[in-house]
């Protein structure tokens, strides 16, 4: 499956954004989707991950402020991201993985392109 990420910005501390990965065929909704983001000098990082189920894991910096949901219906996978804070800032990964571990990605067999959130004070 072939995954388009956009949505990216240019945003103010405070405020919300939300991320799309549209996948290329119906085949999505077996997939677990997943969102990394990799900043300057730093490891590329999941940051929201959601089963084929809907169940969702969360790392402990995004937790009650972002939020991933998917239509498969659309094919689409999101990523909401609300009172983001300049830390934030990075490039947005989406990834599909179909044989995932229970909480996270296992070998993601695609990635989206990559999509740019810079957050400024």
């Known amino acids: 499956v072939q995954l388009q990420a956009s949505g990216g910005g240019l945003v103010q501390a405070g405020d919300s954004l939300r991320l799309s990965c549209v996948a290329s065929e119906p085949a999505f909704r077996y997939y677990a989707m997943g969102w990394f983001r990799q900043s300057p000098g730093k490891e590329r990082e999941l940051v929201a991950f959601i089963t084929s189920a809907g169940i969702t894991n969360y790392a402990d910096s995004v937790k009650g402020r972002f939020t991933i949901s998917r239509d498969n219906a659309k094919n689409t996978a999101y990523l909401q991201m609300n009172s983001l804070k300049l830390e934030d800032t990075a490039v947005y990964y989406c990834?599909?993985?179909?044989?995932?571990?229970?909480?996270?990605?296992?070998?993601?067999?695609?990635w989206g392109q990559g999509t740019l959130v810079t957050v400024s004070s």
């Open positions: 990834a599909a993985d179909r044989f995932p571990l229970p909480s996270k990605m296992r070998s993601p067999d695609s």
